[in-house]
């Protein structure tokens, strides 16, 4: 029991001396990344860059622990970071995948493809970016589905928050209304229209024109400018609002019907 006592008693020294290395590696990595969320703007360029240089840091600040807790404990360090070297090209050669995705992330913090907050489309999902890590990016939804993706693997994105957005309402009147009286009714009634919606539209919504003449219908098409968060939104408000207005003003949409002729 005595022995025991002592060697306990002897290894307290090195648990204090880990314990200090600990909480003095933790206190530089919390005031590193203090300095970072302090220092840069609260834009989304700055969100998606102190996102890839958190995770340096972390990074860092792990290995830093183990190093020096290693060092406490009597090992030599030196020859242990000398050895890192060989270390890293043999992970290397088994971690190509890993290394690819973080020069990946690298490539899409500094080029700017797309940042914390934008609104892309990948495939066929569409989805805000709500993480940019320095392997992954993850992506959500308008249902609150993530979908994360390893930097390497993305390709041919497109960022829907870089321009601005448009929504389109294609709606049909009959061919024997009058183009020139529909428009009269129609276009002063726009303005009213953005009044209504500055939630969601940017701008006094467009008559655009004629867009087709279908085999019942010549269909008009209008659009307004909307952020893209609210793309389907102003869609629906669009399409709603006209519809309503077309009604108010007497203009018939007309609709595919079946005429039955029975034979005498």
């Known amino acids: ?3 025991t006592f002592v060697s306990l008693k002897a290894h307290v020294p090195i648990l204090i001396n880990c314990f200090i290395y600990i909480v003095i590696v933790y206190a530089v990595c919390r005031l590193i990344r203090l300095i970072f969320s302090v220092k840069m703007k609260k834009s989304d360029r700055s969100k998606t860059v102190l996102s890839l ?3 340096f840091v972390k990074y ?3 290995i830093a622990i183990i190093i020096f807790v290693l060092k406490a404990c009597g090992v030599d360090t ?4 000398a ?4 270390l890293t090209l043999v992970i290397g050669l088994g971690a190509q995948p890993l290394i690819g995705d973080i020069i990946a992330g690298i490539f899409i913090i500094f080029e700017g493809h ?3 907050g934008d ?3 990948l495939d066929d999902f569409r989805g805000t970016v709500k993480k940019i890590s320095m392997r992954t990016t993850t992506i959500e939804d308008a249902g609150g589905n993530l979908k ?3 930097n390497s693997d993305i390709r041919n994105i497109q960022n829907r928050s870089a321009v601005v957005s448009v929504a389109v309402c294609d709606i049909g009147i009959t061919y024997e209304a009058d183009i020139r009286e529909v428009e009269k009714l129609v276009i002063p009634e726009l303005p009213r229209l953005f009044e209504e919606n500055k939630d969601c539209f940017e701008d006094v919504p467009k008559y655009v024109g004629v867009q087709t003449l279908d085999a019942s219908a010549v269909v008009l098409r209008f659009s307004v400018k909307t952020t893209e968060e609210n793309y389907f939104l102003a869609t629906r408000r669009l399409n709603r609002d006209l519809k309503c207005l077309f009604d108010d003003k007497g203009i018939e949409i007309p609709f595919n019907q079946l005429v039955i002729h029975q034979a005498k």
């Open 1 to 3: 029991v005595k022995s």
């Open 114 to 116: 797309y940042n914390i």
């Open 119 to 121: 609104i892309i489309i």
């Open 78 to 81: 030196t020859a242990l970071v």
């Open 148 to 150: 994360i993706v390893n």
């Open 83 to 86: 050895s890192v070297g060989v």
């Open 53 to 55: 240089l958190d995770g």
């Open 60 to 62: 860092a600040c792990a």
